[in-house]
C-alpha cells in the first residue's frame, strides 16, 4: 500500500516539554485513519508535528512519499490540507468568497480545485450559507465551512482536527456523510483526530489511541469496536 503518512519513532516538544514519545503511525493512500485519546493526549499535537508548525520534532516524518521538512506551507504545497479544530475562515468574507480563495489557492499550487457543485453536493448545507459572511455562521457552520474549503483545495492527505466538537447533531450527521465519501470520491487519505466514537467508527478502517503522548493502542475499527476494555481504560468518549 502507498503510504500517504508516517511517523516513525518521532518525539515531539513545545519548549522543554515533551508533548509527544516515539510516535509511530502509517496512513495508507485512501485510507482514513483515527486518533482517539482524551483531551492533552496528544492528538492536535500529531497534527501539528505532521505540518511542522508550534512543536519541535525528532524522529522521522515522510508525507506523500517525502520527508516532511520545511515550513507548514511547503508542506501544503505537496497537496496536504489541514483543518485546525479553531476553524481560522475569514469571518468578513462571505461563505462564497472563502472557497474562491481555497480555489484560487489550489490553482497555485498547480492542483485542480474542486467545483462548487460536487462541493455542494458533497456538503448541503453549503447551499443555504454560501452568501453568508463568515462571522454570521454559528461554530458548526463554521466548521463546515472550513471543511469545504480544505476540500474544495483538492489535497492528497487531510488532516481534521476535532471536526465534531460542538457540531448540532445534524451537521455531524452530513460531515459524517461528507468525510466517508472523501477517499472513494478523490482518493483522499485522511488522518482523523476525535473524540465522537460513533463518528469514527463509521468511517475509519484504523484507530490509534493516545495516552498522554503515547500510543497504547492500534488496531483495526472492528478490533477497535470489539474490545472495550480499551475504551473503559483510556477513553472519555461521547457515542454521539
Partial sequence: MTTALAFRDVNAFYGPAQALFGMQLT???GETVALLGRNGAGKT?????????LVRRTGEIDVLGEPAKGTSDRIARRGVGWVPDDRRIFPTLTVRENLLLAQKSARAKDREPVEFDEVLEILPIMKRLIDRRGSALSGGEQQAVAIARAIVARPRLLLLDEPTEGLAPV???ELQRAVADLPGRFGMSILLAEQNLAFVQSIAQQVLVLETGRLVYSGTAAEFAADPSIRERFLAIGSA
Fill in 171 to 173: 451537521i455531524v450527521e
Fill in 27 to 29: 496512513v495508507g493512500a
Fill in 45 to 53: 499535537t500529531t497534527m501539528r508535528a505532521a505540518m511542522n508548525i
